[in-house]
């Protein structure tokens, strides 16, 4: 009977700890954000995957991402930093003091990268899956973004367009949308 018993325990033991090791390593896994750039027309981005849409709009939509982040700041060459080990981005933690025109916002990122901020000359625009993955579900500062970010980019760019306008990402509202006005620019790179 206690030769059964102390059987049963293994056993019970090494199914668990397996279950234990493999939720460990899903929650590890990374997600692949697409990074190149394309025109998407409204239901495009409405479909996008890892989003959570509260309300569908003619411009866009208002929601968050489901991504659970690892986020870790960090300060580089004398630049801050944010790198997100779940997408494998790095982001800058603030981003322009001013908003601006999208033609100044390449403006922008391309004197970012000859200045070689934190190291790195191949920052660029965000795509708007990888903008919107920063969206939050609930506000943090008055804003749909984590706290580890400047909360003064309300509103960034991304390289996507749709037409003539380009989308964007509205942290202040927790939406994403298309227009032509001015944004703030919070560029991200890539880690290899």
């Known amino acids: 009977m ?11 033991f090494v199914l668990l700890s397996v279950r234990v090791i493999q939720s460990a390593e899903e929650s590890t896994q990374r997600i692949t954000l697409r990074s190149s750039y394309r ?18 709009d003619e ?24 790198i997100d080990h779940t997408t494998g981005l790095m982001w800058l933690q603030s981003g322009s003091k001013e908003y601006m025109q999208w033609n100044a916002a390449n ?38 973004i984590d706290p580890i970010f400047d909360k003064e980019q309300w509103g960034i760019w991304s390289g996507d367009k749709r037409g003539g306008s380009i989308w964007s990402v509205y942290f202040s509202l927790g939406n994403v949308r298309w227009r032509y006005k001015n944004r703030y620019v919070r560029p991200v790179r890539s880690l290899n």
């Open 2 to 12: 206690k030769k059964r018993l102390l059987y049963i325990l293994v056993v019970s």
């Open 107 to 144: 403006g922008w990122v391309r004197n970012l990268n000859a200045l070689k901020y934190a190291g790195y000359n191949d920052w660029r625009l965000p795509t708007i899956e990888e903008a919107a993955s920063l969206l939050e579900p609930g506000k943090t500062n008055a804003l749909h």
């Open 59 to 82: 411009w866009g939509f208002y929601g968050h991402s489901t991504i659970i982040h690892n986020y870790e700041k960090k300060s580089i060459k004398g630049g801050n930093v944010v």
């Open 39 to 56: 025109n998407l027309s409204v239901s495009e981005v409405q479909s996008m995957p890892n989003i959570y849409i509260r309300k569908f």
